[in-house]
């Protein structure tokens, strides 16, 4: 299995897992209301509002969590003021990590990231410092087991899309940032349910790791995305099937 598919595997699984304790939807509001806060909460002149909208409704959250999310940011409801900002830093093997976050206690979310990093071999990193590696990407990613191959090619192609690639569970559908919504719209259209759809950094580079360093930094990515304001982590490891496949 390929670096790729491993990572679009791994994303999966902890996407169920943060469904399950109800996580994904504190990420998911908060998105939404930064989104608003930023963009307006008019979502066709706000396209990462609508995109955040859309990924909200492919979870399963009701559209009254989702409407009060917007009028926080906007204003209309009390609420929370977030900031965003990324961390960049390094991992066992010199894996490289990029850590988005979003909170209103900036030292305490810095405080929180080095002390994930360090406790599991790794370190902060200069603004920098690994963005390099990293390219951001439209990401709609479909379950195998819910479409035809072609018929998904042939959707995400015709609306812009710039690759198809066949994981282990999953098809991965890349896009530019710019022709998400409308690929994963295409998607819809045609009847083929997404697991997700949103903007990811991809890496141009791996890391492949030995079955140590790779428990090891699986590990650090569990720590980073246990933090209430980390949003989301990329990596650019390729670990051995064994470990992967390890429960």
Request: charged share 30%; aromatic share 6%; with cysteine.
């Amino acid at each position: 299995m390929s670096g790729h598919s491993k990572w679009s595997s791994i994303k999966h699984k902890k996407a169920k897992t943060d469904a399950a304790r109800g996580k994904l939807f504190t990420r998911l509001i908060r998105e939404v209301t930064v989104a608003a806060r930023q963009g307006g909460g008019d979502p066709n002149a706000n396209p990462r509002l609508r995109l955040a909208m859309d990924t909200a409704r492919a979870a399963n959250m009701p559209n009254d969590n989702i409407t009060r999310a917007i009028k926080k940011g906007t204003g209309e409801l009390e609420g929370v003021s977030f900031d965003e900002f990324t961390y960049e830093g390094y991992g066992p093997g010199g894996v490289a990590f990029m850590i988005d976050v979003l909170t209103d206690n900036r030292n305490r979310t810095t405080a929180e990231v080095r002390h994930a990093l360090s406790k599991h071999g790794g370190n902060l990193g200069e603004t920098g410092s690994v963005a390099w590696n990293f390219e951001r990407k439209g990401v709609v990613r479909v379950e195998k087991s819910r479409c035809d191959e072609d018929t998904l090619m042939d959707a995400a192609l015709e609306a812009g899309a710039e690759d198809v690639q066949d994981g282990d569970e999953m098809f991965d559908v890349y896009t530019a940032p710019a022709d998400l919504h409308g690929v994963a719209a295409a998607v819809d259209g045609k009847s083929i349910p997404y697991v997700s759809a949103g903007l990811e950094r991809v890496p141009s580079t791996t890391v492949k790791l030995e079955a140590g360093e790779a428990r090891k930094v699986l590990r650090l990515l569990d720590a980073l995305e246990e933090l209430d304001d980390v949003q989301s982590v990329s990596a650019n490891f390729d670990i051995p099937d064994e470990v992967f496949e390890e429960d």
